[in-house]
């Protein structure tokens, strides 16, 4: 049996389909009305995303320096210089002073990435929050998240899966699993609803 023929399938062709493409319809529109209000007077490098995507984009951060960070800089860089004066004599007290400069440029790099990483992955979760009224109809019609599922433990949602109502099992940490009471499911591969959507039936 195709998908197409299958029951999730007329659901999806039928409604969630066309629901997606007015939804899509709704934010090119208003994307192409508030243009020019979105971008509030920042200056776009044409040459962005040519760079981003060949890997030549460096963020501001590391090629325009404050005055206070240049000042670090400076600091730093003396430091350095009366160490080396004071370990010239001493090649093994060098070797080890090169040795941990090594370690900590490699930890510092790290921790940079992740928090390159962490603040991407909060700028995209502010932008996508952004695009639904809080509280609106429209919850019920959005799958719940991992991590709204792990502050709704004892709760009731709706899984399509199953079709019926469960009662949310999660911990701070860890797993997450749904129960009807008779069963329990891990949500791996499970969609799962505030409520049943308008569109289930």
Avoid at 1 to 25: C, D, S, W
Avoid at 71 to 80: G, I, K, M, Q, Y
Wanted: proline share 3%.
């Amino acid at each position: 049996m195709n998908f197409h023929e299958t029951k999730y399938g007329h659901i999806f062709y039928e409604v969630q389909l066309p629901r997606l493409i007015k939804a899509l319809e709704r934010i090119a529109d208003d994307l192409s009305k508030s243009a020019s209000s979105m971008t509030g007077g920042v200056t776009v490098d044409p040459n962005f995303l040519h760079d981003l995507y060949f890997g030549e984009y460096e963020p501001s951060v590391f090629t325009e320096q404050s005055a206070e960070q240049r000042a670090l800089d400076r600091r730093v860089s003396a430091a350095e210089q009366a160490l080396q004066q004071i370990f010239a004599g001493i090649p093994a007290a060098a070797a080890a002073f090169e040795t941990y400069q090594l370690t900590v440029s490699e930890r510092n790099g790290a921790t940079v990435e992740q928090a390159f990483e962490s603040g991407y992955r909060t700028a995209v979760n502010m932008l996508a929050a952004g695009l639904i009224l809080p509280g609106s109809k429209q919850d019920a019609e959005i799958p719940l998240t991992t991590q709204e599922l792990r502050k709704m433990d004892g709760k009731q949602v709706f899984c399509l899966d199953m079709n019926e109502d469960v009662r949310v099992v999660a911990r701070k940490k860890g797993f997450i699993q749904i129960t009807n009471d008779k069963e329990i499911h891990r949500i791996a591969g499970l969609t799962l609803y505030r409520h049943r959507p308008s569109w289930c039936q």
